[in-house]
Protein backbone atom coordinates (compact mmCIF):
# COMPACT_ATOMS: atom_id res chain seq x y z
CA UNK A 1 0.00 0.00 0.00
CA UNK A 2 2.90 2.39 0.91
CA UNK A 3 4.63 1.92 -2.30
CA UNK A 4 1.25 2.72 -4.72
CA UNK A 5 0.90 6.13 -2.96
CA UNK A 6 4.53 7.15 -2.77
CA UNK A 7 4.19 6.02 -6.42
CA UNK A 8 1.19 8.13 -7.28
CA UNK A 9 2.93 10.48 -5.29
CA UNK A 10 5.79 10.47 -7.09
CA UNK A 11 3.86 10.27 -11.04
CA UNK A 12 1.56 13.02 -10.07
CA UNK A 13 4.14 16.15 -10.49
CA UNK A 14 5.81 14.49 -13.53
CA UNK A 15 2.21 14.14 -15.40
CA UNK A 16 1.24 17.69 -14.46
CA UNK A 17 4.49 18.97 -15.50
CA UNK A 18 4.12 16.90 -19.10
CA UNK A 19 1.03 18.61 -19.12
CA UNK A 20 2.04 22.17 -18.71
CA UNK A 21 4.59 22.01 -21.53
CA UNK A 22 2.47 20.50 -24.11
CA UNK A 23 -0.24 22.98 -23.44
CA UNK A 24 2.50 25.79 -23.95
CA UNK A 25 2.62 24.52 -27.35
CA UNK A 26 -0.64 23.70 -28.22
CA UNK A 27 -2.20 20.50 -29.15
CA UNK A 28 -0.19 17.68 -30.84
CA UNK A 29 -1.09 17.55 -34.57
CA UNK A 30 -1.46 14.00 -35.82
CA UNK A 31 0.68 12.26 -38.08
CA UNK A 32 -2.20 11.69 -40.80
CA UNK A 33 -2.55 16.10 -40.64
CA UNK A 34 1.50 16.15 -41.00
CA UNK A 35 1.57 14.00 -44.01
CA UNK A 36 -1.33 15.99 -45.74
CA UNK A 37 0.50 19.17 -45.27
CA UNK A 38 3.68 17.49 -46.21
CA UNK A 39 5.33 19.99 -49.30
CA UNK A 40 7.99 19.25 -51.84
CA UNK A 41 6.17 16.40 -53.52
CA UNK A 42 6.18 18.09 -57.19
CA UNK A 43 9.23 18.09 -59.99
CA UNK A 44 8.10 21.46 -61.01
CA UNK A 45 8.76 24.67 -59.93
CA UNK A 46 6.89 27.66 -60.74
CA UNK A 47 7.58 31.03 -59.51
CA UNK A 48 7.56 34.92 -60.47
CA UNK A 49 7.78 37.66 -59.11
CA UNK A 50 5.14 40.64 -60.36
CA UNK A 51 6.78 44.22 -59.57
CA UNK A 52 4.23 46.88 -61.56
CA UNK A 53 5.65 49.87 -60.21
CA UNK A 54 5.31 53.13 -61.44
CA UNK A 55 6.86 56.81 -61.30
CA UNK A 56 4.27 59.59 -62.96
CA UNK A 57 3.97 62.91 -63.15
CA UNK A 58 6.70 63.84 -60.57
CA UNK A 59 9.08 66.37 -60.39
CA UNK A 60 12.46 67.22 -59.14
CA UNK A 61 14.01 70.79 -58.76
CA UNK A 62 17.44 71.58 -57.51
CA UNK A 63 18.18 68.30 -56.14
CA UNK A 64 21.70 67.28 -54.53
CA UNK A 65 21.82 63.66 -54.55
CA UNK A 66 24.92 62.11 -52.86
CA UNK A 67 27.49 59.00 -53.77
CA UNK A 68 26.77 55.50 -52.69
CA UNK A 69 30.33 53.61 -51.45
CA UNK A 70 30.32 49.83 -50.92
CA UNK A 71 34.07 49.50 -49.42
CA UNK A 72 36.16 46.91 -48.62
CA UNK A 73 34.44 45.29 -45.25
CA UNK A 74 31.40 46.69 -46.01
CA UNK A 75 29.89 43.15 -45.79
CA UNK A 76 32.12 41.16 -43.78
CA UNK A 77 30.98 38.30 -41.39
CA UNK A 78 27.64 38.25 -43.71
CA UNK A 79 26.71 35.33 -44.64
CA UNK A 80 23.36 33.77 -46.28
CA UNK A 81 21.63 35.92 -49.21
CA UNK A 82 22.45 39.38 -49.44
CA UNK A 83 20.30 41.48 -51.77
CA UNK A 84 21.75 45.40 -52.15
CA UNK A 85 19.72 48.39 -53.43
CA UNK A 86 21.69 52.19 -54.27
CA UNK A 87 20.06 54.94 -55.65
CA UNK A 88 21.44 58.35 -55.75
CA UNK A 89 18.46 59.83 -58.01
CA UNK A 90 15.81 61.36 -57.09
CA UNK A 91 11.64 59.94 -58.12
CA UNK A 92 13.21 56.46 -58.49
CA UNK A 93 10.88 53.98 -57.87
CA UNK A 94 13.36 50.70 -56.70
CA UNK A 95 11.81 47.08 -56.91
CA UNK A 96 13.61 44.32 -55.87
CA UNK A 97 12.94 40.74 -55.29
CA UNK A 98 14.89 37.46 -54.37
CA UNK A 99 13.19 34.05 -54.83
CA UNK A 100 15.23 31.16 -53.17
CA UNK A 101 14.06 27.32 -53.74
CA UNK A 102 15.53 24.76 -51.47
CA UNK A 103 15.07 21.49 -52.80
CA UNK A 104 16.67 18.11 -50.79
CA UNK A 105 17.24 15.23 -52.91
CA UNK A 106 19.10 12.24 -52.61
CA UNK A 107 22.59 12.80 -54.02
Known sequence: ??????????????????????SSLG??????????QRGGDDTFV??????????????ATNVVTGANNI??????NSSGIMSVVQNTG?????????IVNVQFAEP
Do not use: C, W
Open 27 to 36: KPVSSETLAA
Open 90 to 98: ANVLIQSAT
Open 71 to 76: RDGSFA
Open 1 to 22: MRAAVLLIALTLPILSYADEEQ
Open 46 to 59: HNTIRVNGTVTDNS
